[in-house]
């Protein structure tokens, strides 16, 4: 009796089952990494959304490093310019110029290190550590406001005008950095004013325009983010923007956000860029923002670490506190010490400025800077309303 199939059928066959199967096979592949413009557009007002608000780190802080690698036009040329000029003057100014563009040449550019412990918009404390080692702390606890440094301790509330205005230009300079390693520059949404485009979609990248300016007349200023889309995540990475129009900074033109290595914190469930560059319309990186690292509530709890600190007594985060100067505004007092061992000498009342409100002062020279860089956060506002 006969096989069924001779060894020359049974291998054919066997040929066109493979190639169907591939066929097939590549065929689901390709649908599943063909997402539609729906699907991105969807992913797109997720993220939007989450990027409208402070992130919610729990008990653990988010650290980041931001690097200055502005040089001028011609370094080399620069630097040996200011060489002949301090050679055989070792007090001379210019030795730090020389010290700084040496450290951005050998790639080790000079940087500050920062951390974030946050809840939401009311509950957060930024810590500013510099390379030389002093610090800078600032802190919302609901009502209550404060700043560290090593040497000073100041406290207010949201209603006292010098503190509060202090904590708000520390807010308008580390949320912007937020925004980039966080929210991929998605946080533009929090912006006072500013009009997100429609979302475009070739099947290889994405691109979405923004602008500020009159509902009915040319932007003011204009950005485009764009990225691309990854099918075994099934989500978007922002990849680059780039400023193609700002009427108030016209030099702006052609700067660009570099986005790259996105990687998932996991007890965030947050990405987050590993390295955010910004680029001079050049091409010359004038600044990098840098995940250092999460840090799982290893300082103590939430509560803790938001508390107003103490002459002599131990912070959280910094250790012993041996500031000699302690300004509180919810007293209206000031005062002072000439050393951390000695006792603080009587409280001399603080002479409060008069003028216009904080708020209407403050928030139109901030609307006026923020209209060059398009970074206003609109959580400002909405306080400004309601205190």
Not at 182 to 194: C, E, M, P, Q, R
Not at 272 to 282: C, H, K, L, M, N
Not at 304 to 333: H, Q
Request: proline letters at 6%.
């Amino acid at each position: 009796m006969s096989p069924i199939w001779t060894n020359q059928q049974r291998d054919s066959r066997w040929l066109v089952w493979l190639v169907v199967s591939c066929a097939l096979s590549l065929g689901t592949t390709v649908a599943a990494q063909s997402p539609t413009k729906a699907d991105v557009a969807a992913w797109f007002d997720r993220e939007w959304d989450r990027a409208q608000q402070m992130p919610n780190l729990g008990d653990g802080s988010l650290c980041w490093r931001v690097e200055f690698w502005d040089l001028p036009a011609n370094p080399e040329k620069e630097l040996a310019n200011l060489r002949e000029q301090v050679e055989g003057r070792p007090d001379h100014p210019a030795r730090h110029q020389v010290a700084r563009i040496e450290r951005i040449l050998a790639g080790n550019p000079p940087h500050r290190l920062r951390c974030l412990w946050a809840h939401n918009e009311d509950h957060w404390r930024v810590n500013t550590t510099f390379g030389n080692s002093a610090f800078a702390d600032t802190a919302m606890a609901g009502n209550t406001v404060w700043r560290l440094s090593h040497s000073q301790l100041m406290v207010g509330t949201d209603k006292t005008q010098p503190a509060m205005q202090t904590v708000m230009s520390e807010l308008y300079t580390f949320w912007p950095e937020v925004n980039r390693l966080v929210f991929g520059g998605l946080s533009h949404g929090v912006i006072s004013g500013i009009r997100r485009g429609e979302l475009r979609w070739d099947g290889r990248e994405w691109r979405v325009t923004m602008s500020f300016g009159p509902p009915d007349g040319a932007p003011n200023f204009e950005s485009v983010i764009s990225g691309r889309w990854d099918n075994a995540l099934d989500r978007g990475f922002v990849e680059r923007e780039i400023i193609t129009i700002s009427v108030p900074k016209p030099e702006t033109v052609g700067t660009e956000y570099r986005y790259s290595d996105w990687q998932l914190v996991a007890p965030l469930n947050q990405w987050i860029a590993s390295r955010v560059e910004d680029v001079t319309p050049g091409g010359r990186v004038q600044r990098a923002y840098v995940f250092d690292s999460w840090r799982p509530g290893g300082e103590g709890d939430f509560e803790e670490v938001l508390a107003v600190p103490s002459p002599n007594a131990t912070d959280p985060v910094r250790g012993e506190l041996l500031f000699t100067r302690l300004v509180d505004y919810r007293r209206n007092a000031v005062r002072e010490r000439k050393n951390a061992q000695e006792q603080f000498a009587r409280a001399v009342p603080i002479r409060q400025p008069g003028g216009p409100s904080i708020w209407r002062s403050w928030l139109g020279w901030v609307s006026a800077a923020a209209l060059a860089t398009g970074l206003v956060v609109l959580y400002i506002h909405r306080r400004s309303t309601t205190h």
